[in-house]
């Protein structure tokens, strides 16, 4: 047998598997996608870092940057993930892009897995947040594509391979955002969105069946845990600067007791 058809069938496999778990769940009748795959790539231009906290949980950031993961469910019923990732060294790390990349298959115990596009709806994110500005739908490279290897270093390619009901098959969706710099005790807070309907990230959908899914992913950048003035316990604010990282504007303060 090829090493190819291996792969094919070693990823049939499990997410024949991964689908008749979620069928035999309560869950079954309201989700009709499973995620084969979710990564936070963190790259310098030379070194290339992962988080991936599903399924089969890997992370591969340096001992002195750490990781808080959290999954969450917002008003709208969509899944929210959010990375807290904490510089602890004392020194900097520049010249940061991160990347988010999820693998979704829609309806795919009934249809297989091999019928989906997707396409741009718009590079945008909440207010403070700062905005992806590359982002790609494609083979993720289980069998063909490299997308999983080019958004490890951000390296993505504005566009969608399939990009409509003629031309389908098992995409993956990733946005990429430029950091910049990660100073001694700064913080990224990255956030993944996966929702059932929006106007902005990327949608991914079923060709046979309705199933969409509406991808989205942004972060910011600061020194979260500092106090703020009207949190000082006992204190005086005297002294304040402030440096412009990317977009975000970072205080930073002095206090005297």
Request: with cysteine.
């Given at each position: 047998?090829?090493?190819?058809?291996?792969?094919?069938?070693?990823?049939?496999?499990?997410?024949?598997l991964f689908?008749s778990?979620?069928?035999?769940?309560?869950?079954?009748?309201a989700?009709?996608?499973?995620i084969e795959?979710l990564s936070?790539?963190?790259?310098?231009?030379?070194?290339?870092?992962?988080?991936?906290p599903?399924?089969?949980?890997?992370?591969?950031?340096p001992?002195?940057?750490?990781?808080?993961f959290?999954?969450?469910?917002?008003?709208n019923?969509?899944?929210?993930?959010?990375?807290n990732?904490?510089?602890?060294s004392?020194?900097?790390y520049?010249?940061?892009?991160?990347?988010?990349?999820i693998?979704?298959?829609?309806?795919?115990?009934?249809n297989?897995?091999?019928?989906?596009?997707?396409?741009l709806?718009?590079?945008?994110?909440?207010?403070g947040y700062i905005?992806?500005?590359k982002?790609?739908i494609?083979?993720?490279?289980?069998?063909?594509?490299?997308?999983?290897?080019?958004?490890?270093?951000?390296?993505?390619?504005?566009?969608?391979?399939y990009?409509?009901?003629?031309?389908t098959?098992?995409?993956a969706?990733?946005?990429?955002?430029?950091?910049?710099?990660?100073?001694?005790?700064?913080?990224?807070?990255?956030?993944?969105?996966?929702?059932?309907?929006?106007?902005i990230?990327?949608t991914?959908?079923?060709?046979i069946?309705?199933?969409?899914?509406?991808?989205n992913?942004?972060?910011?950048?600061?020194?979260f845990?500092?106090a703020?003035?009207d949190?000082?316990?006992g204190?005086?604010?005297?002294?304040g600067?402030?440096i412009?990282?990317?977009?975000?504007?970072v205080?930073?303060?002095?206090?005297?007791?």
């Open positions: 047998m090829l090493k190819t058809d291996i792969n094919l069938l070693t990823k049939f496999c499990r997410k024949l689908s778990l979620i069928l035999s769940s309560p869950l079954a009748l989700e009709d996608f499973t795959r936070l790539f963190v790259s310098d231009g030379a070194n290339v870092y992962e988080n991936r599903l399924n089969t949980a890997i992370n591969t950031l001992s002195n940057i750490s990781v808080d959290q999954t969450k469910t917002d008003a019923g969509d899944t929210v993930w959010q990375w990732l904490k510089n602890k004392k020194v900097n520049n010249n940061l892009r991160i990347t988010g990349l693998d979704v298959d829609l309806d795919a115990p009934g297989t897995f091999f019928n989906e596009y997707g396409s709806l718009s590079l945008s994110a909440p207010s905005a992806p500005d982002w790609e494609s083979e993720p490279g289980y069998l063909k594509g490299d997308l999983i290897t080019r958004a490890s270093h951000g390296s993505l390619k504005n566009t969608s391979v990009n409509d009901a003629s031309t098959d098992d995409p969706m990733a946005l990429s955002i430029d950091i910049g710099n990660l100073r001694a005790g700064q913080e990224i807070i990255a956030v993944a969105t996966l929702a059932r309907n929006s106007t990230g990327l991914q959908q079923d060709s069946t309705s199933p969409k899914t509406f991808f992913f942004y972060a910011k950048k600061g020194y845990d500092r703020y003035p949190m000082v316990q204190g005086l604010l005297t002294t600067s402030a412009k990282e990317g977009n975000v504007w205080w930073g303060f002095r206090g005297s007791s």
